[in-house]
């Protein structure tokens, strides 16, 4: 089963507002990762957080880690027409070896 | 130069054919994979190989079979193809040994099988 699951599914938001995006996982990990994907192309890495941290910024992105309660947030601040994609986490854990396990995403709409 | 690329983007072939997806990386990675996306987008491992040598091998039917003749490319041999195959597969990289480490993606291949 997926070690990953993001939520909402799907979320539509108007240009300038922001988007927040969860997601829970079930093992231990070494890191949490969020991964961006247009339509039709590959998945290209946003931010990776480390098991012993708990918040992290890069540009408009913020993520925070609980791993008590084994979940991320990725926040995008200031939403543009251009964030409109996928978003998935992903975690690598200790058990699966250097694996990265997906999962199922959030399709982001930000409407101009 | 693109990081991991994949070839064919598109494939599209009849029910119980035998194709093959190549992937190659320049980022002198020792880590490859195999992903399979299906049309709910979600992303399965398939693979995984770490210096020419398999390291993670999903339950993916045996009619799948990842050859890697060097640690740069990681290529996917698909024989009697079936109407359910037909998803995107993405290869990625990795380094390992190093535990916080990012995957590179390829742009992917969408294959369908009519």
């Known amino acids: 089963s997926q070690q990953g699951e993001e939520d909402p599914q799907a979320l539509s938001i108007q240009e300038g507002e922001n988007a927040t995006m969860n997601c829970s996982y079930k093992?231990?990990?070494?890191?949490l990762q969020w991964y961006r994907q247009n339509s039709g192309r590959g998945l290209v890495h946003l931010i990776l957080i480390r098991s012993n941290e708990r918040e992290k910024h890069s540009g408009r992105l913020r993520v925070t880690l609980d791993t008590s309660k084994k979940s991320s947030s990725l926040l995008i601040t200031a939403s543009r027409a251009a964030d409109t994609a996928s978003y998935f986490c992903?975690?690598?854990?200790?058990?699966?070896?250097?694996?990265?396990?997906f999962g199922p995403g959030t399709r982001l709409s930000v409407l101009p | 130069d693109t990081a991991v690329s994949q070839t064919p983007k598109y494939l599209v072939t009849q029910m119980g054919n035998d194709k093959s997806i190549k992937c190659e990386q320049n980022l002198g990675h020792d880590t490859m994979y195999w992903y399979k996306q299906d049309s709910k987008k979600f992303l399965k491992i398939m693979f995984s190989?770490?210096?020419?040598?398999?390291?993670i091998n999903e339950t993916v039917p045996n009619r799948f079979s990842p050859k890697s003749p060097d640690k740069a490319h990681l290529n996917l041999h698909i024989n009697s193809l079936e109407l359910g195959d037909s998803a995107v597969y993405f290869c990625a990289s990795s380094r390992p040994g190093q535990v916080n480490t990012e995957a590179f993606f390829g742009q992917g291949t969408r294959l369908t099988v009519v």
């Open positions: 093992t231990s990990i070494n890191n």
């Open positions: 190989y770490n210096n020419k040598e398999l390291i």
């Open positions: 992903a975690t690598d854990a200790p058990n699966y070896g250097q694996n990265f396990v």
